[in-house]
């Protein structure tokens, strides 16, 4: 009988090879010409826009192939037309310039991280398959964990999932779970659920209480303080009017480092509040839970250990490659008791020990990528200490901007100022160039941008207020986070900013 | 003024430079020793389990780092050392041994793909920040679901998410909120809505009614027939005495390939049972869907283009690396109809073209990695034609698996015949070895899963029937998805399971 077999996979290891010897020296010359350190630098390698329209012009060149034999059978060089074009199109986040998101650039240690779970290409779902993975997950989820739930160190963990959006969904779902168990057989059923968050909080809040079914409606959203934290006398109030008016409160979010301001609310004080009325008290972190790392800010975090639920992200603050989201619980067996359906066909539940390691069945997914094990290797690679040399850099090097421009005409803190900067690492401000005559900055601001995007440079964010109805417009959001920013960078980008203010025609 | 900056990433291209070459030959190595065509080849390379307890003594060696200055200013050989342990005590999915998930071992293009996210690190959630990413994800979710709503080729396209379970939640959550669009401000109110599902289906469809405060009990699991399909008179009754009970049918799911049996539920049937009641009709196709590459094998499919919505995922019968599961709308538009909240902060909202490329805004999340890259490079890669070949080649390696074992004492098929086989790749069978007394299967599958994976060789799964009560047990269910499989290694693969059964002592 003849052999039954495909040429497809037939020559992994050379191919492997030749595809790692292509790349290669691609990555190392991408990151080369966005690093002010090498001999390759170009300022302007952050890339331009591109209207989709022209993307798709540029880009799918070989789309003929999807449809025939593939690009693996023809010359090699046509496979690096494709990867030379994702790579030269996208925006290049190695360059310091960029500081529009939340996120930084990856690191030598992170894309290696990627690369080995690559090529372990498990799923952290189950231990059979993914033994080490399991370990490493339970492993510095709890470690982490540990920087938070100060009171329960021994019972505390962690669980990654695929965002800080769906590690706040998760916890809403465990709040449910845990605290009207009839609700997982039974759906929301009579209850009217309330949930509370400030009116700074991220959208996940209210996506997450429609995803649950109690409605946006039921989200009642709290007063902020000037410095965009949320009133906890107004948290106070609308607990009570809502207890008054029937509803069931469920949720208290709390954030620690809001997506505009950079806020971060008063935890223990909501934690009474929590604690009086029995609700859980979840703090999402997403942004600025990880001040945890530094001796200087960590007192941001006061208040953490009395929360029922985190999340915090390395990929954000940490420089740990996306997607890399915790959902973190003083009591790690919760995350089983609130989800687990017992699927016999995948989890058996056999080992030795009294921990779970068939992680997914304290999800409500079943697929994962060990996200966990990039976190694990650049806590091991930097260190506690190095960590916290990130976070503290780069809170200085917002300092050094906020100090900078009070020096100079034209710019305005939108929130904080030199002496009580901003709570995390992104500064809000307006900039109206010389003449610039209008109260509204939109325009002002979104010229700015764009003008300093087209040089190649630095790509900045704008945002309208949040909340506040005063005319002003949109102003910046920059977000400085990252260890390749320098004092020089900074001088570099407020130059930039007011050359291109001259640019605006008034 | 002395310079502000910080050591920690200031020499980002020659630690990448020798973090690849340290790794790059540990994967080319790690690949060779479990590919049959190199003469690095080891048998046993797919690896034996070990205890949690025993995984933590020789993996936590350096955890000492964690605290201090890490393991970057330490000798390379620490992290060398660290690398090496997670390689050698994972589970060796390359190895044609694996067949115990629904998914295969990575390939070339996957590795580099994954290589190439890891270094643009950008969140394919705002065009702005993702550009590349964000075209080509439009351009290969459209094109992916033109492959199975036939009759929508204009206006269908797909985004992933992460995991086939979160693409099935995503599904729930766009038939609430397209169908009763209030639910979304008001939450699920007074509706008793109900949830029709096989008894055999994934149990995310159970987990997503839960999130989504249904309840577990108001999912309605209807009979199977003796292949495991869907028993469309059943879910007729239901459905209507379901009705007749005061419930709001809310969605209908159909499996294409179930976990266990890997039986495809009839699509045009129950999407006619669907239209008479108005009622959402979803296809959880993320493990049997791809069939539709193969020209022999999509007639599976037929009735999908009836579908209001489908799970795909590329990570399991295509060998994209995990995770990668696409949702697939007939209306691409629907995402953001049913999920935007339109943040100002995030969501700028304004290119030259009507699609919408901030793509977090049609989900009910915010980052995300651009797993959909993975699958348009391995679409590119292998071609239409790769992708046939490579479903079609495991579906013969299953073929002759069941051949092999109809000639042989002691198998017995769980489902299907040599004639009528079961209609995915994985093949569910008993094996009594000689003199094997009981009814009950349970213990000789344990037994020679175990003694397999103990040589490091084969790692197959088992389970009980998830319906059956007659009191045989659990049984093996091995996947057979993976260009590496030959019929050489499905001829030993029975072998040795022969003579793992003749240690297991009678």
Redesign the interface.
């Given at each position: 009988?003849t052999?039954?077999?495909?040429?497809?996979?037939?020559?992994?290891?050379q191919?492997?090879?030749?595809?790692?010897k292509?790349?290669?020296p691609k990555?190392?010359e991408?990151?080369?010409k966005a690093?002010p350190?090498?001999d390759s630098y170009q300022s302007n390698s952050l890339g331009t826009?591109?209207?989709?329209?022209e993307?798709?012009e540029k880009?799918?060149t070989?789309?003929d192939?999807?449809?025939?034999?593939?690009?693996?059978?023809a010359p090699l060089g046509e496979?690096e037309d494709?990867?030379d074009?994702?790579?030269n199109?996208?925006?290049n986040?190695?360059n310091p310039g960029f500081m529009?998101?939340l996120?930084a650039?990856?690191?030598?240690?992170?894309?290696?991280s990627?690369?080995?779970?690559?090529?372990?290409?498990?799923?952290s779902h189950?231990?059979?398959?993914?033994?080490?993975?399991?370990?490493?997950e339970n492993?510095i989820g709890k470690?982490y964990a540990q920087l938070f739930f100060t009171n329960d160190q021994q019972t505390c963990g962690g669980l990654t999932f695929?965002?800080?959006?769906?590690s706040n969904?998760t916890s809403m779902?465990i709040a449910?779970?845990l605290k009207f168990p009839e609700?997982?057989?039974?759906?929301?059923?009579n209850y009217k659920?309330a949930v509370y968050t400030s009116k700074h909080c991220?959208?996940?809040v209210?996506?997450?209480?429609?995803?649950?079914?109690?409605?946006?409606?039921?989200v009642f959203k709290v007063d902020i303080l000037a410095d965009g934290s949320m009133d906890v006398n107004s948290l106070k109030s609308t607990v009570e009017q809502s207890i008054k008016d029937g509803y069931t409160p469920l949720y208290i979010n709390a954030t620690a480092g809001t997506?505009?301001f950079g806020s971060f609310d008063p935890f223990t004080e909501i934690s009474e509040i929590a604690r009086k009325h029995d609700i859980w008290f979840h703090i999402d972190g997403s942004w600025g839970g990880n001040v945890v790392f530094s001796s200087t800010h960590k007192k941001k975090m006061i208040g953490s250990h009395l929360a029922n639920s985190i999340t915090a992200?390395p990929?954000k603050m940490l420089?740990v490659?996306?997607?890399c989201?915790f959902l973190l619980l003083p009591h790690v067996g919760h995350f089983q008791k609130a989800?687990s359906?017992s699927?016999?066909?995948?989890f058996?539940g056999n080992?030795?020990?009294e921990?779970n390691?068939d992680l997914a069945d304290g999800t409500?997914?079943?697929?994962?990528?060990a996200d966990s094990?990039k976190f694990y290797?650049t806590?091991?690679?930097?260190?506690?200490?190095?960590l916290e040399?990130?976070v503290d850099?780069a809170f200085?090097?917002a300092q050094?901007f906020i100090e900078k421009i009070s020096h100079l005409d034209g710019f305005e803190l939108v929130v904080g100022s030199k002496e009580s900067p901003p709570q995390c690492l992104q500064v809000c401000f307006y900039y109206s160039p010389e003449g610039y005559k209008s109260k509204d900055h939109t325009e002002a601001t979104r010229f700015i941008s764009r003008a300093l995007h087209s040089k190649g440079k630095y790509?900045v964010d704008?945002?309208?207020n949040?909340t506040s109805q005063d005319g002003k417009g949109e102003f910046f959001?920059v977000v400085f986070n990252?260890?390749?920013l320098?004092?020089?960078v900074i001088d570099d980008l407020v130059e930039s900013i007011v050359a291109a203010g001259k640019e605006l025609e008034l």
């Open positions: 009988m052999s039954i077999r495909s040429e497809l996979e037939s020559n992994r290891v191919e492997l090879d030749q595809l790692l292509l790349v290669s990555i190392l991408y990151v080369a690093d350190n090498s826009y591109h209207e989709p329209s993307l798709k880009l799918l070989h789309h192939r999807l449809d025939a034999t593939g690009i693996k059978d496979l494709v990867i074009k994702v790579l199109l996208s925006v986040t190695w529009d998101k996120y650039s990856n690191n030598p240690i992170g894309v290696i990627d690369l080995i779970l690559s090529v372990l290409n498990t799923n189950v231990y059979t398959v993914s033994p080490v993975l399991s370990v490493l492993y470690k695929s965002g800080g959006s769906w969904v779902q449910r779970s609700t997982k057989e039974l759906g929301n059923g659920f991220h959208y996940s209210e996506k997450a209480a429609i995803l649950l079914g109690l409605g946006s409606k039921n997506t505009v992200n990929h420089g490659p996306t997607t989201s989800m359906l699927a016999p066909y995948l058996h080992n030795d020990d921990e390691y409500m997914g079943c697929g994962r990528r094990f290797m806590w091991l690679y930097y260190g506690q200490q190095g040399e990130r850099h200085n090097i050094y790509l704008y945002s309208p949040p959001r990252s260890p390749i320098t004092s020089e």
